[in-house]
């Protein structure tokens, strides 16, 4: 059997590596536009911000180490065209086009960052954040710069904004909607982190969106709506991605709202064609809709459900609550499930309550304060929850994703229980303080 996938991000990457652990025999061909594979596009803003030394740190591997797995790399191509009824893929690398034929073809294109239509984005200092290559263009940037705005507050926005300001350029976080963070957390719970992006020096502008950026070739100024206009040596469009669709639609796949269709065997509409990663749509565990999950653990996890559809075995990819968790500075925050608008939104009347605790026992030293914000349905079922502090958030989310994902109400949780100890926890944890308190809103 002969296994292509077009696209060496971490949905492709790692569906070649867990193919392999699988089956020693079958042909593995990976075709992908960047000249860097296996690396962490996560870490791109720590290692601009310096506490990573270099980008060399974040490629876990190259394409020769996986010459030496039987996984055949190919580097620096443009897939062009498609046929699933011949079952080809034509690829070009350095002006010679090749076309190679295929038994299964796996699209793992990603996303492209998303640029809103503006005057003055093709100055230079303009930049998009996709891999490495546009990390380095940045870092070499920023040695000559003094000033820069982000524009987009998503987590990606938030973590290079604050990698600037930490080498020393003066910062503007801008987004075009109210508040920071909008998918995962409530403006209460935002503004918590506005509040300390604010106390380490970055200034971030709500609601209102950069319409022209200003400059003769190189970017000078950014003008936000019709009057206010700053100063920027440099502009970061960290506005989102939207799915590579091309050659999906070439192969002749079915189209969602947003993204590839595809089974919970990673199948798409077309025979042995199949699609992980930010191109694909998800399914949503608490309403069963589609929804779109473009992070790096959600394709890691397709790429191992993909793996075993390959090659023969039983496979099922769960539905989605697209958890998260982001550090900036001292402050960690996260989130899982549902926030109260998007509820709302999709006629759900949430349930809500917010408390502050402690991450240790008040008696012990550099106990930090937890903000913990959790969202029920009418049911008392948990379907969301948003943590702030400036320790020990990780492991809450991932409790909160499993009491989500088993169903939980606030009155199964609050009865459970959990380890202490006066180092790590309240004797009381703070999750439990938070669902004791939304319980007594029920009958």
């Given at each position: 059997?002969?296994?292509?996938?077009?696209?060496?991000?971490?949905?492709?990457?790692?569906?070649?590596?867990?193919?392999?652990?699988?089956?020693?025999?079958?042909?593995?061909?990976?075709?992908?536009?960047?000249?860097?594979?296996?690396?962490?596009?996560?870490?791109?803003?720590?290692?601009?911000?310096?506490?990573?030394?270099?980008?060399?740190?974040?490629?876990?591997?190259?394409?020769?180490?996986?010459?030496?797995?039987?996984?055949?790399?190919?580097?620096?191509?443009?897939?062009?065209?498609?046929?699933?009824?011949?079952?080809?893929?034509?690829?070009?690398?350095?002006?010679?086009?090749?076309?190679?034929?295929?038994?299964?073809?796996?699209?793992?294109?990603?996303?492209?960052p998303f640029v809103p239509p503006m005057q003055g984005v093709e100055l230079d200092g303009v930049f998009r954040i996709r891999n490495i290559d546009d990390g380095m263009r940045v870092q070499e940037a920023m040695k000559d710069a003094k000033?820069?705005?982000?524009?987009?507050?998503?987590?990606?926005?938030?973590?290079?904004?604050?990698?600037?300001?930490?080498?020393?350029?003066?910062?503007?976080?801008?987004?075009?909607?109210?508040?920071?963070?909008?998918?995962?957390?409530?403006?209460?719970?935002?503004?918590?982190?506005?509040?300390?992006?604010?106390?380490?020096?970055?200034?971030?502008?709500?609601?209102?969106?950069?319409?022209?950026?200003?400059?003769?070739?190189?970017?000078?100024?950014?003008?936000?709506?019709?009057?206010?206009?700053?100063?920027?040596?440099?502009?970061?469009?960290?506005?989102?991605?939207?799915?590579?669709?091309?050659?999906?639609?070439?192969?002749?796949?079915?189209?969602?709202?947003?993204?590839?269709?595809?089974?919970?065997?990673?199948?798409?509409?077309?025979?042995?064609?199949?699609?992980?990663?930010?191109?694909?749509?998800?399914?949503?565990?608490?309403?069963?809709?589609?929804?779109?999950?473009?992070?790096?653990?959600?394709?890691?996890?397709?790429?191992?459900?993909?793996?075993?559809?390959?090659?023969?075995?039983?496979?099922?990819?769960?539905?989605?609550?697209?958890?998260?968790?982001?550090?900036?500075?001292?402050?960690?925050?996260?989130?899982?499930?549902?926030?109260?608008?998007?509820?709302?939104?999709?006629?759900?009347?949430?349930?809500?309550?917010?408390?502050?605790?402690?991450?240790?026992?008040?008696?012990?030293?550099?106990?930090?304060?937890?903000?913990?914000?959790?969202?029920?349905?009418?049911?008392?079922?948990?379907?969301?929850?948003?943590?702030?502090?400036?320790?020990?958030?990780?492991?809450?989310?991932?409790?909160?994703?499993?009491?989500?994902?088993?169903?939980?109400?606030?009155?199964?949780?609050?009865?459970?229980?959990?380890?202490?100890?006066?180092?790590?926890?309240?004797?009381?944890?703070?999750?439990?303080?938070?669902?004791?308190?939304?319980?007594?809103?029920?009958?």
């Amino acid at each position: 059997m002969k296994v292509v996938i077009v696209g060496g991000g971490a949905g492709g990457i790692s569906t070649a590596s867990n193919i392999r652990k699988l089956d020693k025999e079958i042909e593995i061909t990976v075709l992908t536009r960047d000249n860097k594979v296996a690396y962490s596009p996560c870490a791109i803003p720590y290692v601009l911000s310096g506490k990573i030394e270099s980008f060399d740190d974040i490629i876990m591997r190259t394409p020769e180490d996986y010459k030496e797995k039987d996984i055949d790399v190919i580097t620096e191509v443009e897939v062009t065209e498609v046929d699933s009824d011949k079952k080809t893929v034509t690829y070009e690398k350095n002006g010679k086009k090749t076309v190679m034929d295929y038994d299964k073809l796996v699209l793992a294109t990603g996303g492209n960052p998303f640029v809103p239509p503006m005057q003055g984005v093709e100055l230079d200092g303009v930049f998009r954040i996709r891999n490495i290559d546009d990390g380095m263009r940045v870092q070499e940037a920023m040695k000559d710069a003094k000033s820069a705005i982000v524009t987009g507050a998503g987590l990606i926005g938030i973590e290079i904004a604050y990698a600037l300001k930490q080498q020393g350029l003066d910062v503007i976080l801008s987004e075009m909607l109210p508040q920071i963070v909008p998918r995962s957390l409530d403006k209460d719970m935002s503004d918590i982190l506005v509040k300390y992006l604010e106390m380490e020096g970055i200034q971030v502008v709500l609601g209102k969106p950069i319409t022209k950026l200003i400059g003769e070739t190189k970017v000078e100024k950014a003008c936000f709506g019709d009057e206010e206009i700053y100063d920027a040596d440099m502009v970061i469009m960290a506005t989102g991605v939207r799915a590579e669709l091309d050659l999906a639609r070439m192969a002749g796949c079915e189209i969602g709202r947003w993204a590839i269709l595809v089974n919970d065997r990673m199948e798409t509409s077309v025979e042995d064609v199949y699609a992980v990663g930010d191109c694909v749509e998800s399914k949503d565990l608490i309403l069963g809709s589609n929804t779109i999950s473009q992070l790096g653990t959600t394709a890691v996890r397709e790429s191992k459900t993909l793996a075993r559809t390959i090659c023969g075995k039983k496979s099922k990819f769960n539905p989605v609550l697209n958890s998260m968790v982001s550090k900036v500075g001292k402050l960690e925050f996260g989130a899982v499930g549902y926030t109260t608008s998007f509820a709302q939104q999709n006629r759900i009347r949430p349930v809500v309550q917010k408390v502050q605790a402690l991450t240790r026992a008040r008696y012990y030293p550099n106990a930090k304060p937890m903000d913990i914000k959790v969202i029920c349905d009418g049911n008392g079922t948990i379907i969301g929850c948003q943590i702030i502090a400036e320790e020990r958030v990780a492991e809450r989310i991932d409790t909160m994703t499993l009491a989500i994902t088993e169903g939980l109400t606030c009155f199964d949780l609050s009865n459970m229980e959990f380890a202490y100890a006066p180092p790590v926890s309240m004797v009381t944890d703070p999750l439990i303080l938070a669902v004791e308190e939304v319980s007594k809103k029920f009958n």
